[in-house]
């Protein structure tokens, strides 16, 4: 996934330096997930926009560790604290596995 051409050179550092795996979860990324650079110590409460302050996370996993660390979630223009609407589910095949996203 880091070798891809639309994919930022912060977020291809970040994936190579976690090897692939969400910091919260520890889950391995995959090719369809919705990835999201995370303040590990959020700027409103201190932290700085600095690598060794970054980390890669799930949308899902970025949503939990914020409301679990209570952060305002929106100080730098993050939005993920608050549900986006959800229209409606889609499933589709992935290799062997059922996936579902929102529409």
Same mark, same amino acid.
């Given at each position: 996934?880091?070798?891809?051409?639309?994919?930022?050179?912060?977020?291809?550092?970040?994936?190579?330096?976690?090897?692939?795996?969400?910091?919260?979860?520890?889950?391995?990324?995959?090719?369809? @997930?919705?990835?999201?650079?995370?303040?590990?110590?959020?700027?409103? =409460?201190? #932290?700085? $926009?600095?690598? /060794?302050?970054?980390? *890669?996370?799930?949308?899902?996993?970025? @949503?939990?560790?914020?409301?679990?660390?209570?952060?305002?979630?929106? =100080?730098? #223009?993050? $939005?993920?604290? /608050?549900?986006?609407? *959800?229209?409606?589910?889609?499933?589709?095949?992935?290799?062997?596995?059922?996936?579902?996203?929102?529409?």
């Amino acid at each position: 996934m880091g070798k891809n051409p639309e994919m930022s050179p912060r977020v291809a550092k970040l994936l190579k330096a976690q090897k692939g795996k969400c910091t919260h979860c520890k889950m391995y990324f995959r090719e369809n @997930d919705v990835l999201e650079v995370d303040h590990i110590i959020p700027k409103s =409460k201190g #932290g700085r $926009n600095e690598y /060794k302050n970054l980390q *890669l996370l799930h949308r899902h996993c970025h @949503d939990t560790k914020t409301a679990n660390d209570s952060s305002l979630g929106t =100080k730098s #223009g993050c $939005n993920s604290a /608050k549900p986006k609407p *959800l229209i409606k589910p889609e499933w589709y095949w992935i290799d062997d596995m059922l996936v579902m996203r929102y529409a």
